[in-house]
């Protein structure tokens, strides 16, 4: 499957950005889906997952409240609402498939397609 990000940009602190991952290619709903992101001198980290049916989300504690990811299966898409954004929020964001349920769990190692990220810049 070929995923592309999208919807990244530059936000003051306390704005809001929306996400987006479009897939193709294969099957979309044989996947749970990811963001990760990467900031500049920092390891990738997990940021928030969706299940295939959208019935399972998952997030990391510091966007949790914050954060919101969602799926759309018709359009073959998910997104990442992100509200209340902080400086520390500033990365690269990628999206990402797995066939398991790895990603469910945080763990990237399973994961079988990466899209190309977005930069989302959180500054004054």
């Known amino acids: 499957v070929q995923l592309q990000a999208s919807g990244g940009g530059l936000v003051q602190p306390g704005g809001s950005l929306r996400l987006s991952c479009d897939a193709s290619?294969?099957?979309?709903?044989?996947?749970?889906i990811g963001w990760f992101r990467q900031a500049p001198g920092k390891e990738r980290e997990f940021v928030a997952a969706?299940?295939?049916?959208?019935?399972?989300?998952y997030y990391t504690e510091s966007v949790r409240g914050r954060f919101t990811i969602s799926r759309d299966n018709a359009k073959n898409t998910v997104y990442l609402q992100m509200n209340s954004l902080k400086p520390e929020d500033a990365a690269v964001y990628y999206c990402?498939?797995?066939?398991?349920?790895?990603?469910?769990?945080?763990?990237?190692?399973?994961?079988?397609?990466w899209g190309k990220g977005t930069q989302v810049t959180v500054s004054s």
């Open positions: 969706i299940s295939w049916g959208g019935g399972s989300t």
């Open positions: 290619g294969r099957t979309f709903t044989d996947y749970n």
């Open positions: 990402a498939a797995d066939e398991g349920v790895g990603i469910l769990k945080a763990d990237s190692r399973g994961v079988d397609y």
